[in-house]
């Protein structure tokens, strides 16, 4: 059964702490992405990456940060010094960049 | 700064009506485009994408493209109740933007029985 896991569905952070975010795919897609959505916006980019070891900042990068040691697996940690980040997650894969995207089911993070 | 443009609704239709759902692009050198639906809290889910101008159909669903308009649309024939969703426009950036895909703000559709 192929698709995108993102884990947890929601998370809840104090203020301070850095908290780790979970993307993995099985569809042998080597381009990963990282969306952050917030009420009534569109998708801003916070990271991509194209290939395994290989990661670009996007329009929104401050305050997180990312690792592509696998194929399968992109995770976000979202640092400290990110001041707003309230917000639904998405992750999402291509099989190469430019092609469709596909996205995981999010995940929901609160600030306490 | 590379935009995607959308109406953001809500749009409503009754059942059974064709819904028109429009987006305008700033980058004439965009290759790719795609519609994507999401249902209120929910992640976004690829319906159809479109290379070439002209019509592209899929079921109930029509994609038109106008690369010299820098106008891409989607058509939902026969709109069902289940259609009521936010419809987000996306394109794909071109020149250095790496292939990244750049989304409109989303329309949000609601069909009524």
């Known amino acids: 059964d192929g698709g995108i896991t993102q884990s947890p569905k929601y998370l809840f952070r104090k203020e301070g702490q850095n908290v780790t975010l979970s993307c993995e795919q099985n569809?042998?897609?080597?381009?990963m992405y990282w969306y952050r959505q917030d009420p009534g916006q569109g998708l801003r980019l916070i990271y991509y990456?194209?290939?395994?070891?290989?990661?670009q900042k996007g329009d929104i990068a401050e305050g997180y940060s990312v690792s592509r040691e696998k194929k399968e697996s992109f995770p976000l940690t979202v640092t400290s010094a990110q001041k707003n980040p309230t917000a639904f997650y998405l992750c999402?894969?291509?099989?190469?960049?430019?092609?469709?995207?596909?996205f995981g089911p999010g995940t929901r993070l609160t600030v306490l | 700064q590379k935009e995607v443009e959308q109406n953001s609704g809500p749009l409503s239709v009754p059942e059974g009506a064709i819904a028109s759902l429009n987006c305008t692009y700033s980058?004439?050198?965009?290759?790719?485009f795609f519609w994507y639906r999401q249902y209120s809290g929910k992640s976004p889910e690829l319906i159809m994408f479109?290379?070439?101008?002209g019509d592209k159909e899929d079921g109930r669903f029509t994609a038109q493209l106008n690369k010299a308009s820098q106008y891409v649309s989607l058509l939902i024939r026969d709109s069902q109740p289940s259609d009521s969703a936010t419809y987000l426009c996306?394109?794909?950036?071109?020149?250095?933007?790496?292939?990244?895909?750049?989304f409109g703000k989303g329309t949000k559709l609601s069909v009524k029985p």
């Open positions: 999402a894969s291509s099989i190469r960049a430019a092609n469709e995207q596909f």
């Open positions: 569809l042998n897609h080597d381009a």
């Open positions: 990456s194209q290939i395994v070891n290989d990661f």
């Open positions: 980058d004439r050198g965009s290759q790719s």
């Open positions: 479109i290379y070439s101008n």
């Open positions: 996306a394109v794909n950036g071109g020149g250095g933007s790496q292939g990244n895909l750049i």
